[in-house]
């Protein structure tokens, strides 16, 4: 299985955003899937469901910190490459605005929406967590 794969798995099993994308990457720093979810759960849905940054973006600056850290300078160009080609993708690595075409309850914080299949349907979630990891492996890859 692929890491696009696992992190799509992940995030449909009822991780957030932020736990799929770091999670599938957990196994390449010797992290256990657990403390994977625990130190990402608070990314989920905009950094705690408040709609701002993106979670799949902030699981992969999680994923790239592992990677190239722990020198911040060392991070902080990678992070800036990812989120470059995630908002050129997307239009935006902010969660309400790129859930705002999706549903208008989306862009509101609250309490979790129920993982059904309407709510797979409207979100874009999943293809994000997918893009989140494909742009990440590829900054790996180059850098």
């Known amino acids: 299985m692929d890491r696009q794969d696992k992190a799509e798995g992940f995030f449909r099993d009822g991780m957030c955003c ?11 720093f010797g992290m256990d899937a657990e403390t994977a979810a625990k130190v990402s759960a608070g990314l989920g849905g ?3 469901r408040m ?3 993106c979670g799949a973006v902030t699981g992969a600056a ?5 990677r190239f850290g722990p020198d ?5 160009p990678h992070v800036q490459a990812v989120c470059a080609k995630f908002k050129r993708e997307c239009g ?4 309400r605005e790129i859930l705002a075409g ?6 509101t914080g609250g309490v979790p929406e129920a993982r059904t299949a ?18 990440c492996e590829e900054e790996v890859a180059n850098g």
């Open 18 to 28: 932020s736990q799929a994308v770091f999670g599938a990457f957990a196994e390449d």
């Open 51 to 53: 709609r701002e940054t």
């Open 102 to 107: 999706s549903d208008p309850h989306a862009t």
């Open 72 to 76: 911040k300078t060392a991070v902080y």
């Open 62 to 66: 999680l994923a790239l910190g592992m």
């Open 46 to 48: 905009g950094v705690g």
């Open 118 to 135: 309407e709510y797979y349907r409207k979100r874009p979630c999943v293809e994000l967590v997918k893009l989140a990891v494909r742009l």
């Open 92 to 95: 935006s690595i902010v969660c």
